[in-house]
């Protein structure tokens, strides 16, 4: 709302800015077997769960355009690591699709995916997959921020995921 009002809406910008820089401080997280990743880990009850889902890929995209209405660098360098590592739970499966549900904890490595973690910063909680846009509007606004487009050619090919032509492909039907 504060984009379309900026004095009647004033409000929310100044509690984006709190809630931004809470989870900056508090929520982001860095895979012990790749701290170049940054997650947002879930907080439930005074206790930080360092896991996340294919849903919350939406946060890139969130900082972004909140550091570019703001004018502020740090929130749209935040989210463009977000993305990254968002793009990561994607590339780093055989499917090209990102796990509905994964985790970081090192002490929670579920067995059978020691050797997926290190080498890709997560392991898999949830395997199914709801055809979820988010990481495609992140990928949207990392390219507006920046017009690489890396961001532009990474979409297709994730929608092409999405779709998985050889996996929902269905029979033609009349």
């Not at 984009?3 to 809406?9: A, C, E, L, P, Q």
């Not at 796990?99 to 949830?126: H, K, L, N, S, V």
Request: proline share 5%; glycine share 10%; net charge negative.
């Amino acid at each position: 709302m504060y984009v379309y009002d900026k004095s009647r809406f004033a409000t929310y910008k100044d509690r984006w800015i709190l809630a931004a820089d809470s989870t900056i401080a508090h929520l982001a997280s860095h895979p012990s077997s790749r701290p170049d990743l940054t997650y947002l880990a879930a907080f439930n009850n005074r206790t930080l769960n360092l896991q996340s889902g294919h849903l919350a890929c939406f946060d890139g995209g969130n900082f972004i355009l909140g550091g570019l209405v703001l004018a502020k660098q740090k929130y749209v360098d935040f989210g463009l690591e977000l993305v990254a590592s968002c793009e990561n739970t994607y590339n780093q499966t055989l499917t090209g699709i990102g796990p509905d549900g994964f985790g970081w904890d090192e002490g929670r490595i579920p067995g059978g995916q020691e050797e997926f973690y290190e080498r890709a910063g997560f392991y898999i909680t949830g395997s199914d997959y709801l055809l979820r846009p988010e990481v495609l509007e992140s990928f949207y606004y990392a390219y507006r921020a920046t017009g690489d487009r890396k961001y532009q050619d990474v979409s297709p090919s994730i929608s092409r995921s999405q779709i998985l032509d050889s996996f929902l492909s269905l029979p033609p039907s009349h």
